[in-house]
């Protein structure tokens, strides 16, 4: 693996952070204020709408999707998007400056890949041009949703229609103003012998008679406007049977298509938000005095800063090492990293700022700093696109296999 940048990437990181620095920092607290106080929460920002102009301007517009897409990609490599989405990462919405942002990335790339050519007129080109946002429905209040195979929407066939009935709640972007689709993945064909041939995903507009917002989901009293997570009642939700993606029974293999890279681009963005966190803690220690000395200089604080660098490095080479081999053997060949730095990221990233929330004592857990939400954020990932513990139990069972195999 070759460690050293391209000249392009090294040009758009350069470019990136430039943007961030003019345009994104100063305006982020700003940012935060106007979605807490707005009567209207689930509207961007005014001003989001004229950077997101001046990323198009700048070609920094869609940098995730791989150069298998062809036209529709920049050309970049998931190697060469880790650097750039860490960049984004460092602040929270930043993603969705540059059209980004989760989950709209995860839905174009199922559009992109799995969307027959309507499909992606219809919704695909939208997204890409960030005229729209996006919902993706999985995750179910009444079963275990860490087992997929527990969903229990019922996804029907009557004649030229589909009719979707369920229960649906984390459905993220489902909130925002600007989402006008949803892709629910639920039960075609809940008899079948093979459990995961069951589910199918397909599109539902969100306006669609019989999809009700329910309410939105708070994170550890964040709302996260003005994306949001919304529960959703899906009732006799009448849909054509174009809009099934795939084919029937074709829901898990989406599933695993969608999540390898959606899981990446949250690890990327997690090491973005570590990094920061480290940076400040650092300004922070040497600028604050206690006992008579900067609190840089006590032992605790010093390990607490070494240990962080330490992590966050170890996350950021098996990020680029997952990411360079997705794009060496695909997506299903670079599972077991994936699972390895999904289960890693999100921890280093809580670990990480909860030492910089310390160093900032009770300013770290107040709004005038960003740690008190980038750790609620880091925390809800432990759990999102499926939690620690089956990460860890299907990488168990994978290495114990291989291991066994080769003796």
Same mark, same amino acid.
């Given at each position: 693996?070759?460690?050293?940048?391209?000249?392009?990437?090294?040009?758009?990181?350069?470019?990136?952070?430039?943007?961030?620095?003019?345009?994104?920092?100063?305006?982020?607290?700003?940012?935060?204020?106007?979605?807490?106080?707005?009567?209207?929460?689930?509207? %961007?920002?005014?001003?989001?709408?004229?950077?997101?102009?001046?990323?198009?301007?700048?070609?920094?517009? +869609?940098?995730? &999707?791989? *150069?298998?897409?062809?036209?529709? %990609?920049?050309?970049?490599? +998931?190697?060469?998007?880790?650097?750039?989405?860490?960049?984004?990462?460092?602040?929270?919405?930043?993603?969705?400056?540059? !059209?980004?942002?989760?989950?709209?990335?995860?839905?174009?790339?199922?559009?992109?890949?799995?969307?027959?050519?309507?499909?992606?007129?219809?919704?695909?080109?939208?997204?890409?041009?960030?005229?729209?946002?996006?919902?993706?429905?999985?995750?179910?209040?009444?079963?275990?949703?860490?087992?997929?195979? +527990?969903?229990?929407?019922?996804?029907?066939?009557?004649?030229?229609?589909?009719?979707?009935?369920?229960?649906?709640?984390?459905?993220?972007?489902?909130?925002? /103003?600007?989402?006008?689709?949803?892709?629910?993945?639920?039960?075609?064909?809940?008899? !079948?012998?093979?459990?995961?041939?069951?589910?199918?995903?397909?599109?539902?507009? &969100?306006?669609?008679?019989?999809?009700?917002?329910?309410?939105?989901? !708070?994170?550890?009293?964040?709302?996260?406007?003005?994306?949001?997570?919304?529960?959703?009642?899906?009732?006799?939700?009448?849909?054509?049977?174009? !809009?099934?993606?795939?084919?029937?029974?074709? @829901?898990?293999?989406?599933?695993?298509? *969608?999540?390898?890279?959606? *899981?990446?681009?949250?690890?990327?963005?997690?090491?973005?938000?570590?990094?920061?966190?480290?940076?400040?803690?650092?300004?922070?220690?040497?600028?604050?005095?206690?006992?008579?000395?900067?609190?840089?200089?006590?032992?605790?604080?010093?390990?607490?800063?070494?240990?962080?660098?330490?992590?966050?490095?170890?996350?950021?080479?098996?990020? &680029?090492?997952?990411?360079?081999?997705?794009?060496?053997? @695909? +997506?299903? /060949?670079?599972?077991?990293?994936?699972?390895?730095?999904?289960?890693?990221?999100?921890?280093?990233?809580?670990?990480?700022?909860?030492?910089?929330?310390?160093?900032?004592?009770?300013?770290?857990?107040?709004?005038?700093?960003?740690?008190?939400?980038?750790?609620?954020?880091? *925390?809800?990932?432990?759990?999102?696109?499926?939690?620690?513990?089956?990460?860890?139990?299907?990488?168990?069972?994978?290495?114990?296999?291989?291991?066994?195999?080769?003796?």
């Amino acid at each position: 693996m070759d460690f050293d940048y391209s000249k392009r990437v090294t040009e758009l990181q350069q470019r990136l952070t430039l943007f961030m620095e003019q345009y994104i920092y100063p305006v982020e607290t700003e940012y935060y204020e106007y979605v807490e106080s707005s009567d209207k929460p689930w509207e %961007s920002h005014p001003l989001m709408e004229s950077l997101k102009e001046k990323a198009k301007a700048e070609g920094l517009w +869609n940098l995730f &999707l791989p *150069r298998s897409y062809g036209e529709l %990609s920049p050309g970049l490599t +998931n190697l060469e998007y880790a650097p750039l989405a860490e960049i984004m990462g460092r602040v929270l919405w930043a993603s969705e400056v540059f !059209n980004c942002s989760a989950p709209d990335t995860g839905n174009m790339e199922v559009l992109a890949r799995y969307g027959n050519e309507e499909q992606k007129k219809e919704w695909l080109e939208p997204l890409m041009n960030g005229d729209i946002r996006s919902g993706f429905a999985m995750t179910e209040p009444d079963v275990a949703s860490s087992d997929a195979t +527990n969903v229990e929407t019922s996804i029907l066939r009557e004649g030229d229609n589909y009719v979707i009935n369920g229960r649906k709640w984390w459905t993220s972007g489902a909130m925002n /103003a600007h989402c006008k689709i949803l892709i629910v993945m639920g039960k075609t064909d809940p008899e !079948n012998s093979d459990r995961y041939k069951q589910q199918s995903m397909i599109l539902a507009p &969100l306006d669609t008679p019989g999809v009700t917002v329910v309410r939105p989901l !708070n994170v550890f009293g964040f709302n996260d406007a003005p994306e949001g997570h919304a529960e959703i009642i899906l009732e006799d939700v009448r849909v054509s049977a174009g !809009n099934i993606l795939l084919g029937e029974g074709r @829901g898990f293999e989406i599933a695993q298509g *969608r999540l390898g890279p959606g *899981r990446i681009h949250h690890c990327m963005r997690c090491i973005g938000l570590a990094q920061r966190a480290l940076e400040e803690m650092c300004v922070r220690a040497s600028s604050r005095t206690a006992f008579g000395q900067p609190i840089s200089k006590q032992q605790s604080v010093r390990e607490a800063i070494a240990q962080s660098a330490c992590e966050i490095e170890q996350a950021r080479l098996l990020t &680029l090492e997952a990411a360079d081999k997705m794009d060496k053997g @695909g +997506n299903k /060949a670079a599972k077991d990293l994936i699972a390895m730095i999904k289960i890693v990221a999100p921890s280093l990233a809580c670990r990480v700022l909860d030492r910089a929330i310390q160093i900032h004592g009770g300013g770290g857990v107040s709004q005038d700093f960003f740690m008190a939400r980038a750790y609620s954020l880091s *925390r809800a990932l432990r759990l999102a696109d499926g939690p620690d513990e089956v990460h860890m139990m299907q990488l168990g069972r994978n290495l114990a296999k291989y291991y066994a195999d080769q003796v």
